[in-house]
């Protein structure tokens, strides 16, 4: 345990025995944590499903959480578990977790984004004019959904047209009852979620053969980085149509698909809400091309060349993480903030809760991305999750976010639609409830061009 000369404190506890309403309001009440947190400090225990779980929040619990990482194993409550299935690296720990995902992880690398990043101009260029040609007001969110999902299953994954339809109703209804009650009744959320994920894998199955039969040939695949998740699973000894990997196939379309949805709702409303940087912002956009030059489209927009897009990004991140928190297991008793952690508690990393946790005087409940220029600010940002089980779509999602926001910001004006409820729904990620509602209008076109 970290500082063995300083003694730990004991562990608070709520009076939550059973939980059942414990568990209705975590999945209910956004401020869950926090007012928790305000009565019983940064680290609390209380009891979810007849499950004692800890919570945790701040700085010194995240140093003390990854410096013990031996002592921790991976944990998601049982729907999660079920839907993303035994075999789902997700659900692996010690050495079958890492490599597979050190195989996986060869989808979202360096020279993958690269391929990747043509396909993604194209698809925003594609978003772009379908805003521009929209009459009335649209519902940006589900727009934004679906341009995710086409990044991950057809820039990644390669899909066609008539696949990537055929997962993607499937894949809302599984990913919307991930933190579901884990009751199968007929009709409930999570019993169609059990049943789109046995589709869900079908379908993936189908690619992966093709995928195979086209390696076979010696033919190379149509679009997407399947043959680099191929060369990878090689080098492991897992066959391409393998059970094993068509799961992680579908935790891949999680991984790169829900996080950057939720974070494009919550950046475009974000700024519609703050005009006067969104303004600050625009400046910096003036200047920057659309579309990036060629082979430039994971440098155009990096934080070298706009840093101002770089801090709007990381404080709506601070402010709306697209993952809430996440889950470890301790195998042993570990000192965490303090606090003395029994073995066998299920620990919950409140990351929403951390990005509001700095020094005394940080104005943490105010939208102010220019923190992140002036280095006015101690909050450790975590918003994709961190440690050995950091989301595996963190760099593929940032990329989209950039790219997005450049291409959308430099060639239309977005203005809220007034009357509707822009409060965020918090499960699976928060995601604006009325879908966004905006209007459009082209920009002058002397603001789109190259800078």
């Known amino acids: 345990m970290p500082s063995p000369t300083a003694p730990l404190r004991p562990l608070p506890r709520t009076p939550a025995t059973i939980g059942l309403l ?9 401020d869950f944590a926090r007012r928790r947190f305000e009565r019983h400090g940064d680290v609390f225990e209380t009891t979810l499903l007849g499950q004692r779980t800890v919570f945790l929040r701040g700085s010194q619990a995240v140093a003390d959480l990854f410096a013990q990482a031996e002592a921790m194993e991976g944990w998601w409550p049982e729907s999660v578990r079920v839907l993303l299935g035994p075999l789902s690296l997700a659900n692996r720990n010690g050495a079958d977790h890492r490599a597979r995902r050190r195989v996986v992880g060869q989808l979202f690398t ?3 984004l690269k391929r990747y990043g043509p396909g993604i101009v194209a698809l925003v260029n594609e978003l772009g ?25 057809t820039t990644v994954l390669g899909l066609d047209g008539a696949d990537r339809e055929a997962l993607f109703t499937d894949f809302e209804t599984w990913v919307r009852a991930l933190f579901a009650f884990p009751l199968a009744l007929p009709g409930t959320p999570y019993a169609r979620a059990i049943r789109a994920r046995r589709r869900l894998l079908q379908r993936l199955a189908v690619v992966l053969e093709r995928a195979q039969a086209a390696a076979a040939a010696g033919a190379p695949l149509a679009a997407g980085g399947l043959d680099l998740l191929a060369g990878g699973l090689d080098e492991a000894g897992l066959p391409l149509a393998d059970d094993d990997v068509v799961e992680q196939l579908l935790l891949l379309l999680f991984a790169g698909y829900e996080t950057t949805a939720s974070s494009l709702s919550c950046l475009l409303l974000t700024l519609l809400q703050h005009p006067a940087e969104l303004a600050w912002l ?4 003036d ?6 030059p060629p082979g430039e489209e994971l440098t155009a927009y990096d934080p070298a060349r706009a840093p101002r897009l770089d801090a709007v990004v990381k404080e709506v991140m601070r402010l709306t993480p697209p993952v809430g928190g996440f889950f470890r297991r301790t195998r042993q008793p570990v000192g965490l903030a303090g606090v003395e952690v029994p073995a066998d508690r299920v620990v919950q990393l409140s990351i929403a809760a951390t990005h509001r946790r700095g020094a005394a005087g940080e104005d943490l409940e105010a939208f102010r991305p ?4 002036d280095g006015g600010t101690t909050v450790s940002l975590l918003p994709f999750g961190g440690g050995e089980r950091v989301c595996l779509g963190k760099a593929l999602a940032e990329l989209e976010i950039r790219l997005l926001a450049v291409g959308v910001l430099k060639r239309l004006t977005l203005t809220l639609e007034p009357g509707q409820d ?3 729904a918090v499960m699976p990620s928060p995601t604006p409830k009325d879908g966004l509602m905006v209007r459009t209008a082209a920009l002058p076109t002397g603001r789109t061009g190259r800078g």
Not at 136 to 151: D, N, S
Not at 370 to 373: G, L, T, V, Y
């Open 287 to 292: 200047a920057l091309p659309w579309p990036p």
């Open 22 to 30: 414990e568990s209705l309001a975590f999945f209910r009440d956004p």
């Open 422 to 424: 822009l409060t965020l």
């Open 110 to 112: 360096t020279a993958a």
């Open 370 to 373: 220019q923190r992140h220029i």
């Open 129 to 153: 004019e379908e805003l521009r040609g929209a009459g009335g007001a649209v519902a940006l969110t589900p727009r934004l959904r679906r341009f995710a999902f086409q990044v991950i299953a």
């Open 282 to 285: 625009q400046e910096e956009l």
